[in-house]
Each structure stands twice: as C-alpha cells, then as structure tokens.
C-alpha cells in the first residue's frame, strides 16, 4: 500500500502558474506510472497527465505545452507544473499511483 499526499494548490488569476507536488509514503519507482488527474464541480475526474518508470509522458490535449509532469524517484515525488492556467483548469486535481492509489486531492482555483 501507498499514501499519497498532494500539495501546492491555490487560488490564482489567469495567465499565472502553479507546481502541484505529490509525496508517497514509499518507492515510486517501483509502484510504475504515475499520473495527475483532475475533477471539476459536475463533470468526472479526467487524465491531466502520466509518466511511467522510463519517464515516458502522455498529456491530455487541454494541457500539452502548458503542463509538464516530472518525478523524483529519490525523494518519491511528483510534481505538476502548471503555466498559463485558464479558468478551465479550475478542479481538485489528485495523484494516482500505479493502478489503484489516490490521494486526496488539491483544490486549484483560476479567476478569470
């Protein structure tokens, strides 16, 4: 089992940026791809962004050049970097590790 702990959200107008971070209570690089996904108010969670062992990354298409996922299996961590936010990006944006661990989630608020 893996605990998942996000962090870095916040409230910022358009046009700014942010760094999710998410830290796992153990090795990632052996738990495999990592992802960041998000849920807005009425809509489902949907797939921001993954990155395997290999550091292999796959966007969804609202994000490519904007978002950039990275990880530091070191410090098992992974991080989400955020420019030129649109009020569209405004959800709870979660860390999933492997197949079947979440964390709890990060608001992330854009004012237009």
């Known amino acids: 089992q893996v605990q998942l702990v996000e962090s870095g959200g916040g409230l910022v107008q358009a046009g700014e940026s942010l760094r999710l971070s998410c830290a796992a209570s153990?090795?990632?690089?052996?738990?495999?791809?990592m992802g960041w996904y998000r849920q807005a108010p009425g809509k489902q969670r949907e797939l921001v962004a993954t990155?395997?062992?290999?550091?292999?990354?796959n966007y969804a298409d609202s994000v490519k050049g904007r978002f950039t996922i990275s990880r530091d299996n070191a410090k098992n961590t992974v991080h989400l970097q955020m420019n030129s936010l649109k009020p569209d990006d405004t959800a709870v944006y979660y860390c999933?590790?492997?197949?079947?661990?979440w964390g709890q989630g990060t608001q992330v608020s854009v004012s237009s």
């Open positions: 999933k590790a492997g197949t079947e661990y």
């Open positions: 153990r090795s990632i690089f052996n738990i495999g791809t």
């Open positions: 990155i395997t062992r290999a550091e292999r990354t």
